[in-house]
């Protein structure tokens, strides 16, 4: 048990529609991270969120956007949805510093009709 | 070419037997992270490394700096270990950010 909670865990959406994928981060961590892990593969980074500013992307278009609260809950917001969005998403929290450690939730599986 | 590689990418083992992954990387990290994720999705933290070597139960990683490469052991692999194993670095984007790269995992079957 990380402390690391996703919400939904799943869910069904259609192309063009619009997603928002919540993450409370564990007690103490103020950097929260998001990835896309597609079947049979390794995840991809999004994005990194500290102190409710992105310190960090890794190649998502901007259809990818995100939110970090005062608090450090973050939410992953994807618009105009695509078949290949159908994926896992995870978060994981961290406490700012050269080596954080990364406390991965359970993920929200996402599909896309 | 991934800036992460793992190897193998599939490995079967005998309970008892004494495992090693394998992770190189070709771009500078500031973190190296050992992760394992077993059906259903959940990742699970095992190592994180910047030098050296950490031992922690009957796991056993090493990263080696200079070459650009970690390895992960298993000792005495049983078969609750059986999971995909995930290298991941932390690699420096500019001043106060970074990425994330994963390799795409190792998947381990340990036999009873």
């Known amino acids: 048990e990380t402390g690391v909670t996703q919400s939904p865990t799943h869910l069904i959406k259609t192309r063009g529609q619009q997603v928002t994928l919540r993450c409370s981060s564990q007690?103490?961590?103020?950097?929260v991270s998001w990835y896309q892990q597609a079947l049979g593969q390794g995840p991809q980074f999004i994005f990194q969120?500290?102190?409710?500013?992105?310190?960090g992307r890794g190649n998502f278009p901007p259809r990818f956007s995100g939110l970090q609260f005062p608090n450090y809950s973050s939410e992953l917001n994807v618009n105009a949805l695509e078949l290949d969005d159908s994926a896992l998403y995870l978060c994981a929290s961290s406490f700012r510093g050269d080596t954080g450690e990364l406390f991965f939730g359970e993920g929200s599986r996402l599909t896309v009709l | 070419k991934n800036e992460v590689e793992q190897s193998p990418q599939n490995l079967t083992a005998q309970e008892g037997e004494f495992i090693t992954i394998n992770c190189s990387y070709s771009?500078?990290?500031?973190?190296l992270h050992w992760l394992q994720q077993h059906p259903g999705g959940g990742i699970v933290s095992l190592f994180m490394?910047?030098?050296g070597k950490k031992k922690h139960g009957r796991l056993i990683a090493t990263i080696n700096i200079q070459e650009k490469h970690s390895s992960l052991h298993i000792t005495a692999s049983h078969p609750r270990d059986s999971a995909v194993y995930i290298c991941a670095v932390r690699s420096f984007l500019g001043p106060g950010t970074y990425k994330y790269i994963f390799g795409t995992g190792t998947r381990l079957k340990v036999l009873a």
């Open positions: 771009v500078g990290i500031s973190a």
């Open positions: 490394l910047s030098s």
């Open positions: 007690s103490g961590h103020n950097t």
């Open positions: 969120y500290y102190r409710e500013e992105e310190n």
